[in-house]
């Protein structure tokens, strides 16, 4: 699910109708919602490929929510911050610039 970074900086989840990307399924069907953003508030999508990036072995630990949600924790929220800090704790996390899998950020900040 995307996050949602308000202006106060709490971290939560663009919760509503979901399915699959655009442009995977030629004829997919989607739903319609609508979240309300307030001045400041910023909106982060991103593929399983942040979220599921694992830590050297023997641990093999995920990045998971927790570690996208603890890097908008420490940024200010701008988009170009939320990228870095993602990228940051996420190399920090697997030691390695390598990816195994896409990884792709859109950020969106309400001005």
Do not use: N, W
Request: hydrophobic share 35%; with cysteine.
């Amino acid at each position: 699910r995307p996050r949602r970074r308000v202006g106060s900086g709490e971290i939560v989840s663009v919760d509503g109708p979901a399915s699959v990307p655009l442009g995977v399924i030629e004829e997919a069907a989607y739903e319609h919602g609508i979240v309300e953003l307030k001045h400041g508030d910023t909106v982060v999508v991103y593929t399983d490929g942040i979220t599921e990036a694992f830590s050297p072995p023997p641990d093999r630990v995920m990045f998971g929510e927790q570690g996208l949600e603890s890097a908008l924790e420490h940024c200010s929220g701008a988009p170009t911050c939320v990228i870095e800090s993602i990228h940051e704790r996420l190399f920090a996390h697997t030691h390695s610039r390598e990816r195994a899998d896409d990884q792709t950020i859109v950020a969106m900040q309400v001005k």
